[in-house]
C-alpha cells in the first residue's frame, strides 16, 4: 500500500477524492453479488432496518451489556477515479482511529483475486470493550468498481465463544 501521510478515515478519502458510493441492493443483479454464511444462532436484520447495508446479522441471545454481536455487509459501486491504493490505505486508517485500537492482524492479501485489506482487532466504544474483523474487497468487473466491506463485531469477551462463528463468515464470505 502507498502509505498517505496523515491517517484519512475511509469516508473522508472518498469524498475528498470524488468517488461516489451507491449502495448495491441485493435484489436487483446489476452487480456482483455478495454472500455470507449463516451460522447457527445468528439471524438476518430485516433490509430496512439499517438503509444502505446489503446484509446484516446479528445473535441475539448473546446480547452483552445491551451489545449484540453482528456482522454487516456493506456493498458500493464506485463513481469516480478510484485508487485502490489510497482507498485500502483509508480503510485502515478507520480502524487505526477507532479508540484503544489493538490490531492483532493486518493483511493485504488478494482475496478471491480482488485487492482486499482484512484487519483484526480490539477497541473500546461507549463503554464497551469490542472485538472487530474488517474486511475491505474492491472489485473491479466489466460493469464497474465496487468495494464490499464485512465487518464483524463482538464483546471482546465473546472471542473465544463466538470466534469460530467468525470464522465461518470471514471464511465464508464470497463474491459471485
Request: glycine share 10%.
Amino acid at each position: 500500500m502507498s502509505g498517505m501521510t496523515a491517517p484519512t478515515p475511509l469516508d473522508e478519502y472518498l469524498d475528498s477524492a470524488g468517488i461516489g458510493r451507491t449502495p448495491c441492493d441485493p435484489a436487483v443483479p446489476d452487480h456482483p453479488a455478495v454472500a455470507i454464511p449463516q451460522p447457527v444462532g445468528w439471524e438476518v436484520v430485516a433490509p430496512d432496518a439499517f438503509p444502505g447495508t446489503y446484509q446484516v446479522l446479528v445473535r441475539p441471545d448473546r446480547v452483552v451489556d445491551g451489545f449484540a454481536p453482528n456482522a454487516v455487509v456493506l456493498h458500493f459501486r464506485l463513481g469516480g477515479e478510484v485508487d485502490v491504493d489510497d482507498l485500502l490505505d483509508s480503510a485502515l486508517d478507520d480502524v487505526e482511529l477507532l479508540a484503544d485500537w489493538v490490531p492483532s492482524q493486518v493483511d493485504a492479501s488478494r482475496w478471491n483475486g480482488h485487492r482486499s485489506l482484512f484487519v483484526k482487532g480490539t477497541y473500546t466504544q461507549d463503554g464497551w470493550d469490542l472485538a472487530v474483523t474488517t474486511r475491505h474487497v474492491v472489485v473491479e468487473d466489466g460493469t464497474g468498481t465496487y468495494l464490499v466491506q464485512l465487518t464483524i463485531t463482538t464483546a471482546a469477551s465473546q472471542q473465544g465463544e463466538l470466534g469460530g462463528d467468525v470464522t465461518v463468515m470471514n471464511i465464508g464470505l464470497a463474491l459471485v
